[in-house]
């Protein structure tokens, strides 16, 4: 079963995209993926393009592919932390 990110862990996975790829959210949108997280990577990534502005389908693939994998390596790390933010 998919391990959420805590909210401390999505903020900072939040913080990460920004400086690495300039998904820089708004404020209420950053809010909002802190408080009802997608559960897998594929479904974050997707609310991170739309948050955005972006439609994940028609997004520069080589950028999509980028994200996702930085977000996979986030759940990854949080399954094996049984989700903690710790």
Not at 4 to 24: N, P
Request: hydrophobic share 35%; charged share 25%; glycine share 6%.
């Amino acid at each position: 079963m998919p391990v959420a990110l805590g909210s401390r862990r999505t903020r900072a996975l939040l913080e990460e995209l920004c400086s690495k790829y300039g998904f820089c959210l708004p404020q209420a949108e950053t809010r909002r993926l802190s408080e009802s997280r997608p559960s897998e990577a594929i479904g974050f990534t997707a609310s991170v393009f739309l948050a955005e502005g972006l439609d994940p389908s028609t997004a520069p693939r080589h950028l999509y592919r980028k994200v996702l994998r930085h977000v996979r390596v986030a759940f990854e790390s949080a399954s094996e932390n049984d989700g903690n933010d710790g």
